[in-house]
């Protein structure tokens, strides 16, 4: 049981440097990222808002112009430039919703991206605990054989110590016992 214990540990160890490691990448690349998309995405929102602001200028002179035979040139011109603008108001807001498109397609693969990792942290801390619960346990059994294994030690020892105080007694005896038969 140990030796499995000790290489999911090993596992579960280079599985959070990994982990780490990415979160690191990550807590780099999302502040890149927004950067990114709002430094792209500002001037082309600017564009097209002054687009717009430049086409309302121009409805508004239009609106005001005389109808009078003369102006027609004027407003013929002002007419085209009305139209240029809205092509141009229209091109950039087109602009804003395909950068807006790619920025949202960007952080929805980064935030798929941050679940999977946050999940696959979340599965090595559970199993980090079941390691855990596990290798206690096991520490607590080899604890309790190690004490049942001092105590047959300890018995083995006072064993040792009868027997020898038991030869020792025998000898003894034995001795006195042919003592006794030189004597007779």
């Known amino acids: 049981m140990l030796p499995e214990l000790h290489t999911e540990t090993t596992h579960l160890a280079s599985e959070t440097q990994h982990i780490s490691k990415v979160s690191q990448r ?5 502040p890149q990222l927004k950067s990114r998309v709002i430094v792209d ?16 200028e121009i409805v508004q002179q ?6 009078a035979a003369s102006d027609q040139v004027v407003r013929s011109d002002t007419i085209a430039k009305a139209r240029a603008a809205a092509a141009l108001a229209q091109t950039k807001f087109s602009e804003v919703h395909r950068l807006s498109r790619h920025g949202l397609e960007e952080t929805t693969k980064v935030t798929t991206e941050l679940t999977y990792w946050a999940t696959k942290a979340e599965k090595c801390v559970l199993r980090v605990s079941e390691v855990e619960v596990l290798a206690r346990t096991a520490l607590e059994g080899a604890e309790g054989r190690i004490r049942m294994s001092q105590q047959a ?8 110590a009868n027997a020898e105080s038991a030869r020792a007694r025998a000898r003894s005896r034995s001795r006195e016992m042919e003592v006794v038969a030189v004597a007779r």
């Open 26 to 30: 990550f807590a780099a690349s999302v």
């Open 62 to 67: 239009i609106a005001s112009m005389s109808t």
């Open 153 to 160: 030690v300890g018995a083995a020892q006072v064993d040792i």
């Open 41 to 56: 995405a500002r001037s082309t929102f600017e564009q097209a808002i002054a687009a717009v602001l430049r086409l309302g």
